[in-house]
T-cell receptor
Framework: AQTVTQSQPEMSVQEAETVTLSCTYD???????LFWYKQPPSRQMILVIR????KQQNATENRFSVNFQKAAKSFSLKISDSQLGDAAMYFC???????????WGLGTSLAVNP | DTGVSQDPRHKITKRGQNVTFRCDPI?????LYWYRQTLGQGPEFLTY????????KSRLLSDRFSAERPKGSFSTLEIQRTEQGDSAMYLC???????????FGSGTRLTVV
């Protein structure tokens, strides 16, 4: 069965600094997607970034980038120039197969200190 | 289209009562997913629909839970004889079949007292 593991329940970063959130996953599929979602206190899940497994190039969205290591089944999120608005729960998620359902990690709570 | 909407935002109910939640997806999206998120946990898949057909149900979904999506538009999730363990956030998401792009609603927070 596919699993997603986030080993950092809480992280903190100083404003304007860089932080990396870790995620590992387990799957026997070769074609899948990986995601990072942000869930602010307002609760709605917001897509931060996604990575297609067959693409070797790491995805980047403005201040957010991933380090995708397919052989190691690792998918970390780097947030550069952290802002106060980045404070939230961050979830790593995996999806594959016809049903495209998301399998989630437990999340990492990120605090940004001014 | 204003995105995925869920109603109500909050629901407090007494143990043993029945509750029903509603999700209105993005109108062009033919897939609709329900997830449950308990405090301090990541969401867990409950069920999903493609158009009006319910294609998969998680083993987490006991017989007290039922979901429908009549006419392939909005969906309802009903919990009968609620238990304290049902207290959670219920999230709805929609997408196009075959796509990996999901839009989430703001969720319904259920508290069973």
């Amino acid at each position: 069965a596919q699993t997603v593991t986030q080993s950092q329940p809480e992280m903190s970063v100083q404003e304007a600094e860089t932080v990396t959130l870790s995620c590992t996953y387990d799957t026997s599929e070769s074609d899948y997607y990986l995601f990072w979602y942000k869930q602010p206190p307002s609760r709605q899940m917001i897509l931060v970034i996604r990575q297609e497994a067959y693409k070797q190039q790491n995805a980047t969205e403005n201040r957010f980038s991933v380090n995708f290591q397919k052989a190691a089944k690792s998918f970390s999120l780097k947030i550069s120039d952290s802002q106060l608005g980045d404070a939230a729960m961050y979830f790593c998620a995996y999806s594959a197969g016809n049903n495209r359902k998301l399998i989630w990690g437990l999340g990492t709570s990120l605090a940004v200190n001014p | 289209d204003t995105g995925v909407s869920q109603d109500p935002r909050h629901k407090i109910t007494k143990r043993g009562q029945n509750v029903t939640f509603r999700c209105d997806p993005i109108s062009e999206h033919n897939r609709l997913y329900w997830y449950r998120q308990t405090l301090g946990q990541g969401p867990e898949f409950l069920t999903y629909f493609q158009n009006e057909a319910q294609l998969e149900k998680s083993r987490l979904l006991s017989d007290r839970f039922s979901a429908e999506r009549p006419k392939g538009s909005f969906s309802t999730l009903e919990i009968q004889r609620t238990e304290q363990g049902d207290s959670a956030m219920y999230l709805c998401a929609s997408s196009l079949a075959g796509s990996y792009g999901y839009t989430f609603g703001s969720g319904t927070r259920l508290t069973v007292v």
